[in-house]
């Protein structure tokens, strides 16, 4: 196997197991974690148009990889897609300030309650992410969401490894990506950031070559 053939196999094998392919059930409100990946608010807006959920979320600022992409915070942008796509504007919440997934949580949790749209939508969300940051959004949701009680399901666009890249979420930045992730998996439930969640022992070995190949650019 060269080189190439073997980095391709370990990164399908991490991406596959950030994907979690969990049940999509109907629920109180579609939360979307925004990125520069526009492709996810579309996936967002489809659900809400699916009649899945009554409410549409977006929360995210200008991040890393979005600082000069867009003009304006990565929620305003998504959820501008929303509304092209037909979701009614009063049927959209944006969180324009939380820059990584821990504020995703505080500040949207903090604004419905603000809004006195807590108590309604807190019963159930799904979860709106890439792919390959499902597995680490959700288990981030279920321990830092401060109420406990709220059931959690996560969606993303059905794209295979070999589909996902594009223009603008190259091959190479999205390998690094979710090998920082799967270490976050790993070393994160010590600093009270996730639940704790199994990892295969060659999903980790294939993580750990990934690294030593050079895909350690968003390492923790």
Not at 14 to 41: E, G
Not at 137 to 148: E, G, I, L, M, V
Not at 150 to 179: C, H, K, Q, W
Request: with cysteine; hydrophobic share 40%; glycine share 6%.
């Amino acid at each position: 196997m060269t080189q190439t053939d073997q980095i391709h196999k370990d990164a399908t094998l991490v991406y596959n197991y950030h994907k979690m392919n969990l049940p999509l059930r109907p629920a109180s409100a579609i939360f979307c974690l925004c990125s520069l990946d526009t492709r996810i608010a579309a996936h967002a807006a489809q659900l809400y148009l699916d009649g899945i959920a009554p409410y549409l979320i977006f929360s995210g600022d200008s991040g890393v990889l979005t600082k000069g992409l867009f003009a304006e915070p990565e929620a305003v942008v998504f959820a501008a897609i929303a509304r092209e796509m037909g979701v009614p504007d009063d049927r959209i919440i944006v969180e324009p300030r939380a820059r990584n997934t821990g504020e995703n949580v505080r500040f949207t949790y903090d604004m419905l309650r603000e809004k006195g749209l807590l108590e309604e939508l807190k019963r159930s969300l799904v979860l709106v992410q890439k792919p390959y940051m499902e597995r680490r959004t959700y288990a981030t949701f279920r321990k830092q969401w401060p109420d406990q009680r709220t059931l959690f399901t996560v969606s993303s666009p059905d794209l295979s490894f070999g589909e996902y890249p594009d223009a603008r979420n190259p091959r190479e930045l999205v390998t690094s990506i979710m090998v920082g992730d799967l270490v976050r998996i790993k070393e994160y439930p010590a600093r009270g950031f996730q639940i704790e969640q199994e990892i295969p022992d060659e999903v980790w070995e294939a993580g750990k070559r990934l690294v030593e190949a050079g895909f350690d650019k968003h390492l923790p």
